[in-house]
């Protein structure tokens, strides 16, 4: 089936078995292999991209059901608040392996997005669906601390 | 996007139609430079590749899968360079046994927290052997002595002259590299020990353009999903495909020479899974494992009672019982460990590309020595046909170092059934990646610990029975020995107390279960086992833990020497009294000393660990954030494991299937960690497992101290506790 899909403010036309998860949709047709693939069962946030501003889990969405939304990955991710997280995630050099980190971005951007001044335990309780193997949270959690003072500034 | 680097291309200047100056070693391992031209034609490979706008680029000979070797090896070639660290990038080399092979192994692989120590001199001199033809190259230039010519963030001067590297690149590849270059002495370090240095791969990794082997795609690429047997060690008789051929994207499925699953083939990564998930498959179970967790776990103890093998010519398990018969008292301890899963987040997944030569592998490849000739073999080429593209790793924790190379031989069994016509990525799902084996093995310990009327260890009965790790595989010369795997009871044995009459004996289990080495190894069981057994006889003898441990180190003994600074910082760090209800412990693992401190909260039986502090003797400090970052990582991956994660078998098949039933450590269930460095200016040990042996006891010794529980069967969920 051919499904018309926003991505990234651009429209385009994927060609896809209907029930097919977004994430797969992303990565195999359009390339755009910035949204990772974890568990598939939405448990480990890897594959988390914006629909309609809202971090939501690809694996867990199909195609058909992202026809006439707003879809926003990492790739898209580029507004004030995308800017601020990312530079802090590089200021406090967060990353180890990198596969968790681009669904991290994408939830702590909707958080500061929805909460510019998150607490401690604001930020604990929306990151933890967002499992990271390498064990990278103390980190997340300064970068996330230090995006929302850059953005409150 | 679609890759397509040859090994012209790898060569080929990043600049195209300037010159770059390349240093390297050549096939004789002398340090040797030349130009892109010359490399081009002659057998060169370089460690360092300088183009005409100066940008240094250092390949790196180690994959990245976190632990930040990237950065570190980069930081050892700007540091001799006195480069500009901005206009510093990495490249990953291509396989090569020799040029790239790590110096600790022999081949080319990632290891054993290997990567820095191994590389330390030779990045260096690389570095050192690059600065030295742009001095001299700058000296023709300008007309002046190279002693006159000082370099500091990538710009040469002398009296009024300035220039970049690139600016010098020309000359250089006319002059001969030096075989020894004169490399700093430590007090000249400007970026090893600096704070400042950020990670290489921190822009790719947060903008979603970081390349990982999931995310190639090639033109006609076909994607494999397998099914394997539900019992590990089951063949296939045959299967169906009827209910595939339903699936959309379905292309076909084929058994896999080795009888061990079945492919199937789809158009996208999907409809593989889809078409995977729909096959039928008769299995022959009659060499399979069949048991259950609790009957491994017995044969496990069973094996206990009389050691295959004595690890000590002088003291024995025999010897030592007249010994523990005459103590004034002992300690009896029984230890069980479960099978875990690695669960790298990227799961495993390999693409297979034909070229017009023989192959391309694309993979987050951790031991292209064991790779090449596996997929070589399989595919009936030589090994000089097989290429490796290697690409980051979403991590491995040990997973993706495999002596059989499980996962890119599955890929090439696949390339080969396919007709070999176009590229074949194979991707593992995580139910896969859980039920799928080469797990951390299952292991018991038992130990008697006698103790003398002062409370002083007279004598300590220790043994392990345990599946071998290195039996059967290429590492087996280098690590067993009169049969005794040595990675087995690595931590019992070798460790840094002065134990008298310490005796200990190994019994190998035997299963079909694949098992493999996890972050730490051996170190894993081991240093659980010892750590809680040393805070047993400080509990039993009234002496506080540090202090115990101190007495049983000799500061005159290099490595011991090393833990005695490490434990003191963790004690001043942490503000350590006497009678604290927190946990200590500590381990020597990989030529490194670590020493944590647990502070914990136990309510009923929910225990929240508040802060880990922990500190670290690795030699000289190449990058302390990235050690730090590792010891903080470690920590993390071993409280996970101790936590609530096993692999557990019911007839033989694994009940596990993904992350609701094998749960991650989460965010709000990481404590604050604090990490502190002991200077040193030796030669760099590993970081990258160190951190993970000494966090689970540190935490059950403190679980001990507040609840007066001992935990002994792991996970610690068993005992009744939760974690939050």
């Given at each position: 089936?051919?499904?018309q899909?926003?991505?990234n403010?651009?429209s385009r036309t994927?060609?896809a078995e ?13 390339h755009?292999t910035g ?12 594959c ?10 690809s ?5 058909e ?5 707003e879809?926003?990955t ?5 507004d004030k608040?995308?800017?601020?997280v990312q530079?802090?995630?590089?200021e406090?050099d967060v990353?180890q392996?990198?596969?968790?980190q ?7 951007i ?12 604001d930020?604990?309780d ?28 | ?6 090994r ?5 200047g990043?600049?195209a ?5 390349l240093?390297g ?8 430079a030349g130009?892109t031209a ?6 060169l ?9 100066g940008?240094?680029t250092v390949?790196?000979?180690h994959?990245?899968m976190g632990?930040?070797t990237?950065?570190?090896?980069a930081?050892?070639v ?11 990038q990495?490249?990953f080399?291509?396989?090569d046994d020799k040029?790239?092979?790590?110096l600790?192994?022999?081949g080319q692989?990632?290891g ?5 120590a191994n ?9 050192a ?6 001095v ?7 007309g002046?002595?190279a002693s006159s010519?000082s370099?500091e ?24 590299a030096?075989?020894?270059p004169?490399?700093?002495t ?5 970026l090893?020990?600096?704070?400042k ?8 990794k947060?903008?979603?353009t970081?390349?990982?082997?999931m ?6 690429m076909?994607?494999?999903?397998i099914?394997r047997?539900?019992k590990f060690?089951?063949t296939?008789?045959?299967f169906?495909?009827?209910d595939?051929?339903e699936v959309g994207?379905?292309i ?6 080795n009888?061990?699953g079945?492919v199937a ?9 889809q078409?995977r ?5 008769e299995w022959d179970?009659?060499?399979?494992e069949?048991r259950?967790?609790?009957?491994l ?14 690890l000590?010519?002088?003291?024995t ?5 007249p010994?523990?018969?005459?103590a004034?008292?002992?300690i009896d301890?029984e ?17 297979i590309?034909?070229t017009e ?5 694309h ?8 790779t090449?000739?596996t997929?070589a073999?399989?595919?009936?080429l030589?090994?000089?046909?097989v ?5 980051y ?23 080969a ?31 008697k ?12 009965d ?5 599946k071998?790790?290195?039996k059967?595989?290429p ?9 005794i795997?040595?990675t087995?009871?690595e931590?019992v ?6 134990i008298p009459?310490?005796a ?6 035997q299963?079909e279960?694949?098992?493999?080495w996890?972050?730490?190894v051996g170190h894993t069981?081991?240093?659980?086992a010892m750590?809680s ?5 400080a509990t039993?003898?009234?002496?506080d ?6 007495s049983?180190?000799?500061p ?6 090393r833990?005695?600074?490490a434990?003191?910082l963790?004690?001043e ?5 006497k ?5 200590f412990?500590?381990?020597y693992?990989?030529?490194?000393c ?8 136990v309510?009923d ?16 400090a190449?990058?302390p954030d990235?050690i ?6 470690g920590?993390?991956y071993?409280l ?16 596990q ?7 991650l450590l989460r965010?709000?269930e990481m404590?604050?960690?604090?990490v502190?460095?002991v ?7 590993g970081?990258?497992?160190p951190?993970v ?13 507040q609840?007066?529980?001992?935990i ?9 506790f939760?974690?939050?």
């Amino acid at each position: 089936m051919q499904y018309q899909l926003k991505i990234n403010g651009e429209s385009r036309t994927v060609d896809a078995e209907p029930g097919t998860p977004l994430l797969w949709v992303l990565r195999d047709e359009l390339h755009l292999t910035g949204t990772k693939f974890g568990c598939g069962v939405a448990y480990c946030g890897a594959c988390t991209v914006h629909v309609d501003g809202y971090p939501t889990r690809s694996c867990q969405t199909f195609v058909e059901d992202a026809v006439e939304t707003e879809i926003t990955t990492i790739e898209g991710a580029t507004d004030k608040v995308a800017q601020a997280v990312q530079a802090a995630w590089r200021e406090k050099d967060v990353v180890q392996c990198g596969w968790c980190q681009s669904g991290q971005i994408m939830s702590a951007i909707g958080l500061l997005t929805e909460n510019p001044s998150p607490t401690d335990q604001d930020i604990k309780d929306y990151m933890d669906g967002n499992a990271c193997r390498c064990v990278t949270y103390v980190r997340i959690n300064e970068a996330i601390k230090l995006a929302s003072e850059k953005l409150e500034a | 996007m679609t890759i397509n680097v040859s090994r012209r291309g790898f060569l080929a200047g990043s600049v195209a139609g300037t010159t770059a100056l390349l240093v390297g070693v050549n096939a004789k391992g002398v340090l040797t430079a030349g130009s892109t031209a010359a490399a081009a034609t002659t057998d060169l490979n370089p460690f360092v590749k300088i183009d005409g706008n100066g940008t240094v680029t250092v390949i790196i000979k180690h994959f990245e899968m976190g632990q930040g070797t990237t950065t570190g090896l980069a930081t050892l070639v700007a540091e001799e360079l006195d480069a500009n660290w901005d206009k510093v990038q990495t490249d990953f080399a291509p396989a090569d046994d020799k040029r790239y092979a790590n110096l600790f192994f022999g081949g080319q692989g990632t290891g054993g927290s290997t990567s820095i120590a191994n590389s330390y001199m030779q990045y260096r001199e690389a570095g050192a052997a690059a600065r030295d033809l742009l001095v001299r190259a700058a000296a023709q230039s300008w007309g002046v002595d190279a002693s006159s010519i000082s370099i500091e963030d990538g710009m040469l001067k002398s009296g009024g002259n300035s220039g970049h590297f690139g600016e010098f690149v020309a000359i250089a590849t006319t002059l001969e590299a030096v075989e020894k270059p004169a490399i700093k002495t430590p007090d000249q370090f400007k970026l090893i020990g600096s704070d400042k240095l950020h990670r290489k791969d921190n822009t790719s990794k947060t903008n979603g353009t970081a390349i990982f082997a999931m995310d190639v795609n090639l033109p006609g690429m076909i994607y494999a999903a397998i099914i394997r047997s539900p019992k590990f060690g089951g063949t296939v008789v045959s299967f169906d495909d009827a209910d595939a051929k339903e699936v959309g994207g379905f292309i076909a499925a084929q058994v896999l020479p080795n009888k061990a699953g079945v492919v199937a083939f789809g158009k996208n990564t999907w409809s593989a899974f889809q078409a995977r998930d729909a096959l039928s498959v008769e299995w022959d179970f009659s060499a399979a494992e069949t048991r259950s967790t609790d009957a491994l776990m017995a044969d496990h103890k069973s094996l206990l009672d009389a050691p295959q093998y004595n690890l000590g010519k002088e003291i024995t398990v025999q010897t030592v019982a007249p010994v523990l018969d005459g103590a004034a008292d002992t300690i009896d301890a029984e230890f069980s460990f479960p099978f875990l899963a690695h669960a790298p987040l990227e799961s495993l997944n390999c693409t297979i590309e034909p070229t017009e030569n023989g192959v391309r592998l694309h993979d987050g490849c951790q031991f292209p020595s064991l790779t090449r000739p596996t997929l070589a073999a399989i595919l009936g080429l030589e090994p000089s046909q097989v290429e490796i593209k290697t690409l980051y790793a979403g991590g491995s924790f040990g997973r993706r170092a495999s002596p059989t190379a499980d996962y890119n031989a599955e890929a090439a069994m696949a390339f080969a059934v396919s007709g070999r016509k176009v590229p074949v990525k194979l991707v593992w799902s995580r139910e896969d990646d859980i039920k799928g084996g080469y797990y951390r093995p299952m292991a018991a310990h038992r130990a008697k610990v006698g103790l003398d009327a002062d409370g002083k260890v007279i004598g300590w009965d220790h043994r392990v029975a345990v599946k071998s790790i290195m039996k059967g595989s290429p590492m087996e010369p280098m690590t067993v020995h009169d049969g005794i795997d040595h990675t087995s009871a690595e931590g019992v044995a070798g460790g840094l107390y002065s134990i008298p009459n310490q005796a200990i004996g190994l019994s190998d289990f035997q299963t079909e279960v694949p098992i493999l080495w996890w972050r730490s190894v051996g170190h894993t069981h081991t240093a659980f086992a010892m750590e809680s057994l040393m805070d047993m006889v400080a509990t039993q003898t009234g002496q506080d833990p540090i202090d115990m441990r101190l007495s049983m180190l000799d500061p005159a003994a290099p490595n011991p020497a090393r833990m005695i600074e490490a434990i003191k910082l963790v004690r001043e760090i942490s503000g350590w009294k006497k009678g604290d209800k927190r946990g200590f412990a500590c381990h020597y693992s990989f030529n490194t000393c670590v020493a944590v401190v647990a502070d914990i909260t136990v309510e009923d039986s929910s225990v929240h660990v508040n802060k880990l502090f922990m500190a670290v003797e690795c030699g000289v400090a190449i990058n302390p954030d990235v050690i730090r970052a590792q010891m903080e990582g470690g920590a993390g991956y071993a409280l996970s494991a101790i936590y609530r994660n096993e692999i557990t078998l019911t007839d033989g098949e694994v009940d596990q299937y993904n992350f609701p039933d094998y749960e991650l450590l989460r965010n709000s269930e990481m404590p604050e960690v604090e990490v502190a460095i002991v200077p040193s200016n030796n030669a760099p040990t590993g970081v990258g497992e160190p951190g993970v042996p000494p966090t689970g006891p540190a935490v059950a010794n403190a679980i001990f101290a507040q609840t007066g529980k001992r935990i002994m069967d792991l996970p610690m969920s068993k005992a009744g506790f939760d974690f939050m």
